[in-house]
């Protein structure tokens, strides 16, 4: 990222943050969360409790109604439009609905973050193969992705989220529409990245993938932090 | 160079999803584009041969007595009193007489039984350039008819009004077809790049998501535009010159009284269409660009 974050400073930071969908739905009160560069973090809780709401503001894809969140050292409530773009390069994002192009293939879908940074085609065609033999797609390349089973349009956004090694990758649900061999595939892949410096937090409540885990671990409860 | 290799693979991407309105938007512009220079050819060339009549172009005051050798001196300062001439010639009437029987050719001997008596005598006034003007030519026409002797003062009085009004015609027509070659050209190319942003409104809205710049986004889009406006323009103009040589070919040499020599525009006025039909186009590109899309 353009802005280097000091090395005793959170890459994550929210600080007192409070959500509120009109008419007076509070999606998150009060919460404040730090993560470390590097880190991963398992953000858990029953659905409805603002998991999804946390992830949608730390990639600004909307704005807190209090509170600061910073990303990277860098405030997002006073970031400008092309730095939004700037930051979101660098952030890997797997969404809950996936949010992949139903016409385009598989590997159009994953090469999509590389095209951005008009990375060469060499490079974008190496990691892909790369990526989709980790989740066991390859075979299904060149196939559209509106084509696929749910499990297999989550693995290819999965993939999509990991494609530019970012900096940060925030994960929702991410093994929601998978059976358990494939969801250890999707966390080996996650751990490789960890193991990069890549700082991860997962949204899920599915507990197989926290249990007996070394990271931390944050519920979420109606809005607010459980610890 | 790899970044510019992008954009051109997006353009081609895009155009290949909507290849049935990238058609109908590359007609309306290579139309317009051949409307408007089929009137400005038909100006142009209108142009030329006025100026090439008007070399020819004289008025002719008949007179009731022929001019003596020593009054002509005196006639020409006063014709050239209202303003410089080309040439005065003095024509008697046997000269008129004799250019008669030439005309006539074959049938002269019609005038066998006939004298020069019937033919009137004439001043013929070759007027400069700068007075072949309506108005100007009006005005000669009337200080002529003051002459001592004067009768009657003849230059086609109908035919340079009616040439006249027609180059003012085509004259509008020119600046009327501009305006629609403006308007259509716009209109449909930002048109065409609005549908488009239409119909990849969930691209573009996952593309924000992944962090995609302005320019990413922008770029393809522009050079749809720029596409449209050259191979519009260059397929316009050259129907247009496809036209001009089936005319040329057809219709003028020996055979068409050797009124027109019909000339194509210079590379520059070509040029200068085409790059005109770019930037009409790019302009609607940016509009739509600007107006539709939330990058």
Same mark, same amino acid.
């Given at each position: 990222?353009?802005?280097?974050?000091?090395?005793?400073?959170?890459? &994550?930071?929210?600080?007192?943050?409070?959500?509120?969908?009109?008419?007076?739905?509070?999606?998150?009160?009060? &919460?404040?969360?730090?993560?470390?560069?590097?880190?991963?973090?398992?953000?858990?809780?029953?659905?409805?409790?603002?998991?999804?709401?946390?992830?949608?503001?730390?990639?600004?894809?909307?704005?807190?109604?209090?509170?600061?969140?910073?990303?990277?050292?860098?405030?997002?409530?006073?970031?400008?439009?092309?730095?939004?773009?700037?930051?979101?390069?660098?952030?890997?994002?797997?969404?809950?609905?996936?949010?992949?192009?139903?016409?385009?293939?598989?590997?159009?879908?994953?090469?999509?973050?590389?095209?951005?940074?008009?990375?060469?085609?060499?490079?974008?065609?190496?990691?892909?193969?790369?990526?989709?033999?980790?989740?066991?797609?390859?075979?299904?390349?060149?196939?559209?992705?509106?084509?696929?089973?749910?499990?297999?349009?989550?693995?290819?956004?999965?993939?999509?989220?990991?494609?530019?090694?970012?900096?940060?990758?925030?994960?929702?649900?991410?093994?929601?529409?998978?059976?358990?061999?494939?969801?250890?595939? &999707?966390?080996?892949?996650?751990?490789?990245?960890?193991?990069?410096?890549?700082?991860?937090?997962?949204?899920?409540?599915?507990?197989?993938?926290?249990?007996?885990?070394?990271?931390?671990?944050?519920?979420?409860?109606?809005?607010?932090?459980?610890? | 160079? *790899?970044?510019?290799?992008?954009?051109?693979?997006?353009?081609?991407?895009?155009?290949?999803?909507?290849?049935?309105?990238?058609?109908?938007?590359?007609?309306?512009?290579?139309? *317009?584009?051949?409307?408007?220079?089929?009137?400005?050819?038909?100006?142009?060339?209108?142009?030329?041969?006025?100026?090439?009549?008007?070399?020819?172009?004289? %008025?002719?005051?008949?007179?009731?007595?022929?001019?003596?050798?020593?009054?002509?001196?005196?006639?020409?300062?006063?014709?050239?009193?209202? *303003? $410089?001439?080309?040439?005065?010639?003095?024509?008697?009437?046997?000269?008129?007489?004799?250019?008669?029987?030439?005309?006539?050719?074959?049938?002269?001997?019609?005038?066998?039984?006939?004298?020069?008596?019937?033919?009137?005598?004439?001043?013929?006034?070759?007027?400069?350039?700068?007075?072949?003007? %309506?108005?100007?030519?009006?005005?000669?026409?009337?200080?002529?008819?003051?002459?001592?002797?004067?009768?009657?003062?003849?230059?086609?009085?109908?035919?340079?009004?009616?040439?006249?009004?027609?180059?003012?015609?085509?004259?509008?027509?020119?600046?009327?077809?501009?305006?629609?070659?403006?308007?259509?050209?716009?209109?449909?190319?930002?048109?065409?790049?609005?549908?488009?942003?239409?119909?990849?409104?969930?691209?573009? $809205?996952?593309?924000?998501?992944?962090?995609?710049?302005?320019?990413?986004?922008?770029?393809?889009?522009?050079?749809?535009?720029?596409?449209?406006?050259?191979?519009?323009?260059? %397929?316009?103009?050259?129907?247009?010159?496809?036209?001009?040589?089936?005319?040329?070919?057809?219709?003028?040499?020996?055979?068409?009284?050797?009124?027109?020599?019909? *000339?194509?525009?210079?590379?520059?006025?070509?040029?200068?269409?085409?790059?005109?039909?770019?930037?009409?186009?790019?302009?609607?590109?940016?509009?739509?660009?600007?107006?539709?899309?939330?990058?």
């Amino acid at each position: 990222m353009s802005e280097t974050v000091a090395e005793n400073r959170p890459f &994550v930071d929210v600080v007192k943050v409070t959500k509120v969908y009109s008419p007076d739905i509070v999606a998150l009160q009060d &919460v404040s969360l730090s993560v470390d560069r590097g880190e991963m973090l398992f953000l858990t809780g029953m659905s409805g409790a603002g998991k999804s709401t946390l992830i949608k503001l730390l990639c600004c894809m909307d704005r807190p109604n209090k509170g600061l969140i910073e990303v990277a050292g860098r405030d997002t409530g006073k970031l400008k439009k092309a730095e939004i773009q700037e930051l979101r390069q660098q952030i890997g994002i797997a969404y809950q609905d996936f949010k992949i192009l139903p016409r385009h293939t598989v590997f159009q879908n994953v090469a999509m973050p590389m095209e951005i940074l008009y990375k060469p085609g060499r490079e974008i065609r190496d990691r892909v193969n790369e990526l989709l033999d980790a989740l066991q797609m390859s075979h299904k390349k060149d196939l559209p992705a509106g084509k696929l089973s749910r499990g297999e349009q989550q693995r290819v956004a999965i993939a999509r989220a990991a494609a530019n090694h970012p900096s940060l990758v925030l994960a929702d649900e991410p093994t929601g529409n998978l059976d358990r061999e494939v969801s250890t595939m &999707v966390m080996d892949l996650f751990n490789t990245l960890n193991g990069e410096g890549c700082t991860i937090i997962i949204a899920t409540h599915d507990s197989s993938i926290y249990e007996g885990t070394s990271h931390r671990i944050v519920k979420l409860e109606h809005g607010l932090f459980n610890c | 160079m *790899s970044q510019f290799k992008y954009h051109l693979k997006q353009t081609w991407r895009n155009i290949g999803q909507s290849w049935g309105t990238q058609v109908m938007t590359l007609f309306t512009v290579s139309l *317009s584009v051949l409307i408007f220079s089929f009137f400005l050819l038909v100006y142009v060339n209108i142009q030329v041969a006025g100026d090439r009549f008007s070399d020819e172009l004289r %008025l002719t005051v008949y007179l009731d007595h022929e001019i003596v050798p020593e009054m002509q001196p005196q006639i020409r300062k006063k014709i050239m009193e209202f *303003s $410089e001439v080309e040439n005065i010639v003095f024509v008697s009437r046997k000269d008129a007489f004799d250019r008669f029987k030439k005309l006539l050719g074959r049938d002269s001997d019609v005038l066998e039984d006939l004298g020069a008596e019937i033919m009137p005598p004439s001043v013929e006034v070759y007027p400069l350039r700068d007075l072949k003007h %309506l108005t100007q030519l009006k005005e000669f026409s009337d200080y002529l008819a003051t002459l001592p002797g004067a009768q009657k003062v003849q230059y086609g009085q109908g035919w340079v009004e009616r040439f006249g009004h027609f180059t003012a015609l085509i004259r509008l027509i020119v600046i009327l077809s501009g305006i629609l070659l403006i308007m259509a050209t716009g209109f449909m190319v930002s048109y065409t790049i609005r549908l488009t942003v239409v119909a990849k409104e969930a691209e573009l $809205e996952i593309l924000r998501l992944l962090g995609a710049s302005s320019p990413y986004v922008q770029t393809p889009l522009l050079i749809e535009g720029l596409l449209q406006g050259i191979l519009g323009s260059c %397929l316009g103009i050259g129907l247009l010159y496809a036209i001009y040589t089936w005319v040329q070919g057809s219709m003028t040499g020996p055979g068409f009284m050797h009124l027109f020599e019909l *000339s194509f525009f210079s590379p520059l006025t070509a040029a200068a269409i085409i790059l005109i039909s770019i930037a009409m186009c790019t302009g609607g590109s940016l509009i739509a660009i600007r107006k539709y899309m939330r990058i």
